[in-house]
């Protein structure tokens, strides 16, 4: 009969050291998470005198309400939805093919061109650069300024050609070209429908770039109406304003039960963090399990 194998004394030492870091990596992750949700809907006075440290004190829903209330912040959501969505299928556009014509081995000068875009991770023309390039191609002020120049990542290609070369049976290649198959027809119709975990691993790597992404926007853009949530969030957070044009402007009056107009902006500031933050949480758990084995297969045969 098979008892199993008897651990050894450095095996238990070890397993209890594992327990104890993934246990503390978890207080890491879950502490900021659970005060941010307290405070965004606890008295800002309990917040700034230290009295609420984990659980809610004083519960009231007016971060929220004056949230919800603020057009800017319905407008700096859908910006960065539809810079979010565009961004992330342009990325997926670019990366993806060129992702595939280097793992392929007949193609020619694949390493020339590898070289060439590694170059780029560590060499860059710099943000002046960059920016009168935009400014000459007229995308100033434009979605286009926010897309555009960070189509694609050479760390991502890397990636996605890894699990091309690892993932993708050159027997099954040469097999479709026997048959007639064009390689046009051949990526679309074979290669990309096998390669779900690497798309579900760079369009997650994409979105959450996108969807946080707020310097481009602070560089490019001149219109508030054109603004991401990000950089919506950024004033609130390093400004500490709220929608300081038009009707979006926060009616301090209305919130009569606070003191002052900080602690209004403290308030405010966690509940825009939990409402910034709401999409990436719900999307994420769908997408774990496509995350998880993407990044395990591309890591391995590198």
Not at 13 to 42: E, G, Q, T, W
Not at 137 to 149: F, K
Not at 270 to 277: D, G
Request: charged share 10%; aromatic share 14%; proline share 4%.
């Amino acid at each position: 009969m098979f008892h199993g194998i008897k651990e050894s004394r450095g095996d238990k030492l070890f397993l209890a050291c594992n327990y104890l870091y993934v246990f503390l990596a978890f207080l890491i992750v879950f502490y900021p998470l659970v005060y941010m949700i307290s405070a965004s809907i606890s008295d800002p006075k309990a917040v700034a005198s230290g009295e609420m440290w984990l659980w809610p004190k004083g519960i009231t829903l007016e971060g929220y309400k004056m949230v919800f209330k603020n057009t800017n912040i319905w407008i700096g959501y859908e910006n960065t939805i539809i810079y979010t969505v565009v961004g992330t299928a342009i990325n997926l556009f670019v990366t993806l093919p060129a992702a595939y014509a280097l793992s392929r081995r007949d193609f020619v000068g694949r390493n020339f061109f590898m070289g060439m875009f590694m170059v780029t991770m560590f060499f860059s023309g710099g943000l002046i650069p960059t920016y009168l390039l935009v400014k000459e191609l007229g995308m100033m002020n434009s979605m286009w300024a926010i897309v555009l120049p960070s189509a694609a990542s050479i760390w991502n290609i890397i990636v996605s050609r890894t699990f091309f070369q690892s993932s993708i049976p050159k027997e099954l290649q040469e097999a479709a070209q026997i048959d007639g198959c064009s390689n046009m027809r051949l990526f679309f119709r074979i290669i990309l429908p096998l390669s779900l975990p690497i798309i579900a691993v760079m369009a997650l790597f994409y979105g959450v770039g996108n969807w946080n992404s707020y310097f481009s926007a602070l560089i490019y853009l001149n219109e508030a109406g054109k603004y991401p949530l990000q950089l919506v969030l950024r004033q609130i957070l390093v400004l500490q304003e709220m929608g300081a044009q038009g009707g979006g402007a926060i009616d301090i009056s209305s919130a009569t039960a606070m003191n002052s107009k900080a602690e209004i902006a403290a308030l405010v500031k966690y509940a825009v963090i939990i409402v910034a933050t709401i999409p990436v949480i719900v999307i994420y758990p769908f997408l774990q399990r496509y995350f998880v084995q993407g990044v395990m297969i591309g890591s391995v045969k590198g």
